[in-house]
T-cell receptor, first 114, second 115 residues
Framework: AQKVTQAQTEISVVEKEDVTLDCVYE???????LFWYKQPPSGELVFLIR??????QNEISGRYSWNFQKSTSSFNFTITASQVVDSAVYFC???????????FGSGTRLQVQP | DADVTQTPRNRITKTGKRIMLECSQT?????MYWYRQDPGLGLRLIYY???????NKGEISDGYSVSRQAQAKFSLSLESAIPNQTALYFC??????????????FGEGSWLTVV
């Protein structure tokens, strides 16, 4: 069975600090996809990134960056120079190519204080 | 307008009542999903459908049923609602194939409270 673990339940930082959200996954599939979603206080789920299991290159998008390491089954998310608008719950998720459904971690609530 | 629309967005219902949550999408995707979110548990899959004639149970399907009325419509029913079904429910869609084939897009969520 697949599993996604986000060990950090809640993180609080002060604006402009860098913060890393951890994600560890378990799967027996050789082909899979990893995702990060953001859930702001309004409740909707916002897609941030998708990464397939054959692409271990790190990715940077503005202040966001992702570190995928297959050797440690981790897909960590870093926000550089955090802002109050980054305050949200962030979910890491794992897909399988069969069901094309997602298994979610329990989420990390990030609070960025001004 | 949202590509994935859920109705109602908020509903309070009584124990034992039947409630239906509806989902429609304009993305032209083949696959549709229903998830529920509970605090501290992330999202869990209730049902998923690959097309109109292909419906599958997810991890927590007990107490729920679904109907795929058309490619664009997928409804979730609670035949006899109970308080522990109080949650935030999400409908989602994905393409069957293509580069974005595994990206799943979510609706805005439906808050359901069973009293």
């Amino acid at each position: 069975a697949q599993k996604v673990t986000q060990a950090q339940t809640e993180i609080s930082v002060v604006e402009k600090e860098d913060v890393t959200l951890d994600c560890v996954y378990e799967t027996r599939d050789t082909t899979y996809y990893l995702f990060w979603y953001k859930q702001p206080p309004s409740g909707e789920l916002v897609f941030l990134i998708r990464r397939n299991s054959f692409d271990e290159q790190n990715e940077i998008s503005g202040r966001y960056s992702w570190n995928f390491q297959k050797s440690t089954s981790s897909f960590n998310f870093t926000i550089t120079a955090s802002q109050v608008v980054d305050s949200a719950v962030y979910f890491c998720a794992l897909s399988d190519t069969g069901r094309r459904a997602l298994t979610f971690g329990s989420g990390t609530r990030l609070q960025v204080q001004p | 307008d949202a590509d994935v629309t859920q109705t109602p967005r908020n509903r309070i219902t009584k124990t034992g009542k039947r409630i239906m949550l509806e989902c429609s999408q304009t993305k032209g995707h083949d696959r549709m999903y229903w998830y529920r979110q509970d605090p501290g548990l992330g999202l869990r899959l209730i049902y998923y459908s690959f097309d109109v004639k292909d419906i599958n149970k997810g991890e927590i399907s007990d107490g729920y049923s679904v109907s795929r009325q058309a490619q664009a419509k997928f409804s979730l029913s609670l035949e006899s609602a109970i308080p522990n079904q109080t949650a935030l429910y999400f409908c989602a869609t994905s393409k069957k194939t293509g580069l974005s084939g595994n990206t799943i897009y979510f609706g805005e969520g439906s808050w359901l409270t069973v009293v």
